[in-house]
């Protein structure tokens, strides 16, 4: 293959005859029988093959041109036409027969707009015409009829030699795979259309295996070189504190916990994902994991993606561990109290039998300014936050620390399976008992009114309310809103109720003593942009009305939703929306059906796709040819099972 050629289909990302083969048709045309043209209607999509009987460029006014050529299979005529590209003209000539493929834009004569256009070449008949034929996605100076005669050759010459390495692990299996070879030449050639699906299906196995194996190499490697900290314990911090939370862990947490204690105890570091909803109450099983590392003699770090969660952990941890004499510091970009020694324990000469520290922070933590002796063990909380440079960053502060990373983006099944395919998986699968439930209703702005006198009337009650706009500042535009020009409006609205105003550019003491204000109940209502999306736990808080909710993304939106129904009061969320697009409001739809966060996150996936979903930093994923996360659910399982077994 000459260089140009080479380079042009490295553009493809194909650069050896193995990637040839892995680039499979975007579609099939069934050249067996092309379609009639006689009774194609407007808006059909169809292949049509005939003789050219006329062809040429038209000059328009303003410099513009047509080429058209008009084809007659022996029922009608068909007119394709090209605007500018009037070099086209060279390639199609009156007599050649060509195969087109196009949506009929008019009846009247029937014609075709930019067809995908092929002349049949007398000798290549067997490869272009008389079949299903594979079409490619081509690229500038890559021919169709080109690419597939090299890939005729490259499946009759090398897929054809294949030993597939899989042919003893599928030997017993249920279902009837393709051998490889076959695979790859039914996915290019095949004998009809049936027969593409089983052999797609065997590639995408092929795929997801082979990112299993992957996947299990790394984890071997990781598990044969690395010695863990050891973290047995012995309950003495553990137990007391179980004890005193004023409230029983659910199973779900038990056996989280469960998994944490088996994994620290372990001879190889502890990589383990912990997956649950809002409010099923990880923090508790990650409090227990910081004291097991610390009676265990390490310090344990708790990393935040929000100044705002990092000082709710603050707090939280503080009042959970105090008591057990453990120190819990706060390090953030604006505030740090690590350095600071405190002088009761100096005075005390305590500061040398103390245990180990606490350290919750943001991404503060990763910078290298940060150091902490002894780290055991690093949490990472909604870890969808993170990339996973950060995940690294954080994990080199120690020798190889266990590590725990929360989410409480349900994971599709397909990607959890991937995706985190590194790590352990638990996952708490219940709330814990006594929530009131959530409601949720999708309004217009007609009728905020009414909104507003509910929300009035749980104040009243002796609840709180997060009202949530999607702008800091109107940008001029106006039809969005924004929480710094609304503020007095919803003061007015909520009078005599005090109001807190929060969103990202208020400075941290700021952002502070409006949560505490909220916290302590002073302030009834929370005007926020989606700051508060993350982890704030305030249980007293029970309505939140978002506007412009159509703004939001699905799995936002439920993270938002996730703020209220702490507590044991029926909570109630509005959402407001006008002049939603089509797919917003089915994103409202969708959530005014639903409070599951797993069918939530399946169908975020589907509208968005895995890279959106789980931030393109993080997602580190294959791109795979054949394999579709969304639907292959079953063969992604199957290549899980098969690797297990056979790998
Ligand atoms: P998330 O999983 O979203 O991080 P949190 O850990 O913030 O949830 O927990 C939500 C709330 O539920 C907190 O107020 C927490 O104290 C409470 N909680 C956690 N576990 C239980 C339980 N087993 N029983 C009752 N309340 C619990
Ligand atoms: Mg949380």
């Not at 044969?224 to 973290?231: F, G, Y």
């Not at 580190?620 to 056979?646: C, M, T, Y």
Request: proline share 4%; glycine share 10%.
């Amino acid at each position: 293959m000459g260089g140009e050629r080479a380079s042009r289909l490295a553009k493809l990302g194909i650069r050896t005859i193995g990637d040839l083969l892995w680039h499979g048709p975007k579609r099939y045309e069934d050249r067996n029988q092309p379609h009639e043209i006689k009774r194609l209607a407007k808006g059909d999509i169809a292949t049509v093959a005939g003789p050219i009987v006329a062809s040429g460029v038209k000059r328009m006014r303003g410099g513009r041109s047509l080429f058209e050529f008009i084809i007659d299979d022996g029922t009608a005529r068909l007119h394709c036409r090209w605007w500018n590209m009037p070099y086209m003209n060279r390639y199609y000539k009156t007599g050649d027969t060509v195969h087109v493929h196009g949506k009929l834009s008019s009846e009247k004569p029937r014609s075709m707009d930019h067809p995908e256009a092929e002349v049949a070449e007398e000798g290549e008949e067997f490869i272009h015409l008389k079949r299903v034929v594979p079409v490619y996605r081509l690229t500038e100076g890559i021919k169709q009829r080109w690419l597939r005669a090299v890939m005729w050759r490259a499946v009759e010459g090398y897929a054809g030699q294949m030993i597939d390495e899989r042919e003893s692990w599928l030997a017993g299996d249920d279902s009837h795979w393709l051998p490889l070879p076959d695979a790859f030449k039914a996915v290019h050639f095949p004998e009809d259309l049936e027969q593409t699906e089983m052999a797609r299906e065997r590639l995408a196995l092929e795929e997801f295996i082979r990112f299993q194996i992957q996947i299990q190499e790394k984890r071997k490697r990781f598990r044969s070189t690395i010695q863990a900290l050891d973290c047995t314990g012995d309950d003495r911090l553990v137990k007391p504190f179980i004890e005193s939370l004023g409230f029983n862990l659910t199973g779900s947490q038990q056996r989280a916990w469960g998994d944490v204690s088996l994994d620290m105890a372990g001879s190889f570091p502890m990589r383990r994902l912990l997956q649950g909803d809002v409010g099923s109450g990880k923090t508790a099983v990650a409090a227990c994991a910081a004291l097991r590392a610390i009676e265990s003699g390490f310090s344990a770090v708790v990393l935040a993606p929000t100044e705002i969660l990092a000082e709710q952990h603050y707090r939280v941890f503080g009042n959970w561990f105090s008591p057990l004499g453990i120190t819990v510091h706060l390090h953030t970009g604006s505030k740090k109290t690590l350095g600071e020694i405190d002088p009761a324990q100096r005075e005390l000469g305590m500061d040398d039998e103390a245990l180990p520290p606490v350290v919750v922070g943001t991404h503060a933590l990763v910078e290298e300014g940060f150091a902490l002796e002894n780290i055991g063990l690093a949490i990472i909380d909604e870890q969808h936050k993170f990339g996973v440079e950060q995940r690294k960053k954080l994990v080199k502060k120690g020798r190889y620390p266990h590590v725990l990373v929360m989410t409480a983006t349900p994971i599709p099944r397909t990607l959890g399976l991937t995706v985190y395919g590194d790590l352990d998986c638990s996952v708490i699968d219940e709330l814990p008992p006594g929530r009131g439930r959530v409601r949720t209703f999708v309004r217009t702005p007609e009728s905020l009114p009414k909104v507003w006198g509910f929300i009035r009337e749980k104040i009243a009650e002796g609840r709180q309310a997060y009202i949530v706009y999607p702008r800091v500042d109107d940008q001029g535009s106006g039809n969005l809103k924004a929480v710094n020009q609304e503020f007095e409006a919803v003061q007015e609205q909520l009078a005599p109720h005090i109001v807190g105003l929060m969103h990202g550019r208020l400075k941290s003491d700021e952002k502070e003593s409006v949560i505490g204000g909220f916290l302590s109940g002073e302030i009834k209502a929370l005007l926020s942009t989606s700051v508060i999306e993350v982890g704030v736990d305030i249980p007293n808080a029970t309505v939140m009305l978002i506007e412009n909710a159509d703004r939001f993304g699905l799995a936002q939106l439920h993270q938002l939703r996730g703020r209220i129904g702490r507590g044991t009061h029926e909570s109630f969320c509005i959402l407001v929306a006008e002049d939603a697009t089509e797919e917003g409001q089915h994103r409202l739809a969708v959530m005014e059906k639903s409070s599951d966060g797993f069918e939530l996150a399946e169908e975020d996936l589907r509208q968005r796709g895995p890279g959106e979903l789980l931030g393109q930093a993080q997602s580190g994923l294959p791109d795979f040819k054949f394999g579709n996360l969304i639907e292959d659910w079953r063969l992604i399982q199957k290549a899980r099972e098969l690797v297990a077994r056979h790998g």
